[in-house]
């Protein structure tokens, strides 16, 4: 929401050449006005679709509410936060979560970063069929990829047991294949959005600086550490953002493939649980408020922590 | 010029919105339209190999004009079915006229008054000569709150050839020991399910009850006076049983993700020369037979028998499934609905169903048609296990002790006879108090 065309750093040199900090000009309230004006209809509706269930659900946590029982709903306060935050479960899961973030976001970055060199390197008149090979994963519902790969490893359909000899060796019988192949999943599907944002990234870095560099007898590999990688760091933390935020929702492969089995399940999957299966809304509201906290808490942590500027990455700096 | 344009550009979005609106009116017009003919019920019903939409054809036809039933599917699992229909139902939802039930979430739906209410009378009809396990699913608190349609449950399928060389006599009871022992001795495998789904509990709860037992001793009572008897002798004596089956060597590959399907799938491979399941692997085999997958010589090699016992001398408690038609107690025609269930549960309806689909009749009569008994040969011994059938537990909070017990007895080969029934009572007090999560 820019108040002014002007980029951050002219908007500074016209504020010390006018000489009046705090006021502001009769144009540039004008123009603040106008961001407004054109901004306002999606931010009210921003706050329409996001702000009132996010309200709705906090309301909703401080209440011991079952679906087919609302005669005797009744407010218990932070009782429901009490009972999540006091069972085991709860906190296998977010470690569960934290895990499968963890593995698919790392392996996803350097992958992501391998695909993106690829395009940008590319010939002009291979880069659409590349990059269109390469967003095919990500176009694919994730439901449909995670019985794809279901089949892919399971016992009787599967054809990855036979390629790697496994005999009978059972996929999804126990915690860390089933934990395998849901990250293999994960990531071969949103490898593809981190590499775009990362090729855009890679756009931005000046063919000026890699030129001098390699004028200066840069190799490769020094170019691409010295180079390439400082100048798009704003786009690799902005990749990284979104992605583990993505990652710390993960649902729909675990749904599919163990469908909680195994110990696998993921705090979406416990809001599910206790929401729709259960069908207690209080207690699950409350799950559901704890993973947006958690999402907060991650988001915080980059932007404050990583100093990710998320207008660098659009190319305002 | 400037004016002319601006008002071109305006002119634009009100000519889609003219658009738009007509196209609203059209769709709004077209609703209007079906509701003006006859009434029509929609039927909303489980998968199956198209037995319900020819039943609803048939009703349909039947009254002349009347009104119409139309189905409507619901997703392939039973969970997951509950879950659609009281989401809906929960929010009173008035196109549900007539549904497919699973028997274990009856209670649910009773209890949350999402049922319309069964005349006396009509509950006398549609429950005479029906099978007792059907009828006691189709009960809560003592009334008949659906009509019962079809009635399932579990044999014990066994190769004629296999259980021949173990030497093991299956023309009388016999117990999971004995089948563990000739499975072993010849090799091959018990497919049983054992995946962290609903098959898991119907299997628990058939072991619990064939030792005698009870999981759930006062299904209605209030959720946190519940007593359960899961964590008695008997039910002890079934984790018994159950840890044996995934410990031996029979208990043959994947039994952790092991459901219906892949159970059936063993078995038709000759991997498995014991299975309990249900009545659709008959069928299935055929069919099997007719795409050449399975060669006739094999589906004479099945046999079938009463479901395993627990104890020589103590008669099994095997499985009870099928489907119950509830009324939607937000129905608009419930009087409609009423009897156009009425139709759909005709002895002629039941024996289509069975014969054409696989699902065994709730009325006893069915069983003794001559199109039933010749596509269905063991259809005596399905009748003979329904009489003695024993259904989950009738609870309005089925979903946490199935839940529980999928949590608890999950992956079978873990179950400890002296830790899991006592932990899975626990839970299930906890989670019925809501003290845990689930």
């Given amino acids: 929401m820019s108040s002014t065309t002007l980029a951050p750093g002219e908007q500074e040199r016209a504020r010390t050449a006018s000489g009046r900090r705090p006021g502001l000009t009769d144009r540039a309230k004008a123009e603040r006005r106008l961001g407004w004006m054109l901004a306002g209809p999606a931010f009210a509706v921003m706050l329409l679709v996001t702000a009132y269930p996010i309200l709705q659900a906090v309301y909703e946590s401080l209440f011991d509410f079952r679906l087919t029982d609302p005669d005797n709903r009744s407010f218990t306060g932070l009782t429901n936060y009490w009972v999540i935050l006091t069972d085991w479960i709860w906190?296998?899961?977010?470690?569960?979560?934290?895990?499968?973030?963890?593995?698919?976001?790392?392996?996803?970055?350097?992958?992501?970063?391998?695909?993106?060199?690829v395009m940008h390197r590319a010939l002009t008149t291979l880069r659409p069929i590349i990059r269109t090979a390469i967003l095919i994963p990500y176009a694919i519902i994730t439901v449909v990829s995670a019985f794809a790969w279901q089949y892919a490893f399971a016992l009787d359909t599967g054809f990855v047991n036979p390629w790697l000899n496994l005999g009978a060796f059972n996929w999804f019988g126990s915690f860390s294949p089933s934990i395998v192949v849901i990250c293999l999943s994960e990531i071969w599907k949103t490898t593809p959005f981190i590499s775009l944002l990362l090729l855009a990234g890679l756009a931005q870095v000046s063919e000026d600086l890699q030129e001098a560099a390699k004028v200066d007898g840069a190799t490769w590999w020094e170019r691409l550490r010295k180079v390439t990688i400082p100048n798009m760091k704003a786009a690799i933390m902005v990749a990284l953002l979104f992605r583990t935020l993505d990652a710390f929702r993960v649902f729909d492969n675990i749904f599919i493939m163990t469908n909680g089995a195994n110990g696998t399940e993921s705090v979406s999957f416990l809001a599910y649980r206790q929401t729709i299966s259960r069908l207690e809304i209080g207690?699950?509201?409350?799950?559901?408020?704890?993973?947006?906290?958690?999402?907060?808490?991650?988001?915080?942590?980059?932007?404050?922590?990583?100093?990710?500027?998320?207008?660098q990455a659009r190319g305002e700096k | 010029m400037a004016s002319q344009s601006r008002s071109v550009r305006a002119r634009r979005p009100r000519a889609w919105a003219g658009l738009v609106a007509a196209a609203l009116l059209a769709t709004g017009l077209a609703a209007c339209g079906t509701e003006s003919g006859p009434p029509t019920l929609s039927w909303y019903i489980n998968p199956d190999s198209g037995g319900q939409a020819e039943i609803a054809g048939r009703c349909t036809a039947a009254t002349q004009g009347r009104y119409r039933i139309e189905t409507t599917l619901l997703p392939r699992e039973a969970s997951a079915q509950r879950e659609q229909l009281v989401r809906r139902l929960a929010a009173n939802d008035s196109s549900i006229d007539l549904m497919s039930l699973d028997p274990p979430f009856i209670p649910e739906f009773a209890e949350a008054g999402f049922l319309a209410e069964i005349p006396e009378d009509v509950a006398t009809e549609v429950t005479d000569g029906v099978v007792e396990s059907a009828v006691q699913g189709s009960t809560w608190e003592g009334r008949v709150v659906t009509v019962p349609f079809w009635a399932n449950t579990q044999l014990l399928w066994y190769r004629k050839s296999v259980a021949q060389a173990a030497g093991l006599d299956l023309s009388g009871p016999v117990t999971w020991d004995q089948l563990i022992e000739a499975a072993t001795a010849q090799n091959t495998t018990i497919a049983a399910q054992g995946i962290r789904a609903e098959a898991l509990t119907v299997l628990v709860n058939a072991v619990v009850a064939s030792a005698g037992g009870t999981i759930v001793l006062t299904p209605d009572a209030p959720p946190d006076e519940v007593e359960l008897?899961?964590?008695?002798?008997?039910?002890?004596?079934?984790?018994?049983?159950?840890?044996?089956?995934?410990?031996?060597?029979?208990?043959?590959?994947?039994?952790?993700?092991?459901?219906?399907?892949?159970?059936?799938t063993l078995f038709e491979q000759g991997a498995a020369a014991f299975m309990v399941n249900w009545p659709f692997v008959f069928p299935r085999g055929q069919g099997a037979v007719e795409d050449g997958t399975l060669t006739q010589s094999a589906l004479d090699?099945?046999?079938w028998a009463l479901y395993p016992a627990v104890d020589a001398g103590t008669p099994s408690a095997p499985p009870y499934g099928g489907i119950n038609l509830g009324i939607g107690a937000f129905s608009e025609h419930p009087d409609l609905a009423l009897e156009a269930a009425q139709c759909i549960v005709s002895a002629e309806n039941q024996a289509y169903y069975f014969v054409t689909n696989g699902n065994p009749a709730a009325l006893e009569s069915v069983y003794d048609d001559q199109e039933v008994v010749q596509a269905f040969p063991m259809a005596s011994t399905i009748r003979e296990s329904l009489r003695r059938a024993a259904p989950r537990p009738q609870t309005p909070y089925y979903n946490e002790v199935s839940s529980t017990i999928q949590r608890t007895w999950h992956p079978l080969g873990s179950v400890n006879p002296a830790t899991t029934p006592a932990r899975t009572a626990d839970i299930i007090r906890a989670v019925l108090r809501k003290e845990d999560l689930l």
Avoid: H, M
């Avoid at chain 1, 906190?91 to 350097?110: D, F, G, P």
């Avoid at chain 1, 907060?296 to 100093?307: E, N, Q, R, Y």
């Fill in chain 1, 283 to 311: 207690l699950g509201s409350a799950v559901s408020v704890l993973l947006f906290l958690c999402v907060v808490l991650i988001s915080a942590l980059f932007i404050k922590g990583f100093k990710v500027d998320l207008s």
């Fill in chain 2, 229 to 264: 008897g899961i964590d008695d002798a008997r039910g002890r004596r079934a984790a018994e049983v159950i840890q044996n089956i995934a410990n031996s060597a029979a208990a043959g590959p994947a039994l952790n993700t092991r459901n219906e399907d892949a159970s059936a």
């Fill in chain 2, 301 to 303: 090699d099945y046999g």
């Fill in chain 1, 91 to 117: 906190w296998r899961s977010l470690l569960v979560t934290l895990l499968i973030t963890v593995v698919t976001v790392a392996v996803e970055l350097v992958l992501g970063f391998g695909l993106a060199l």
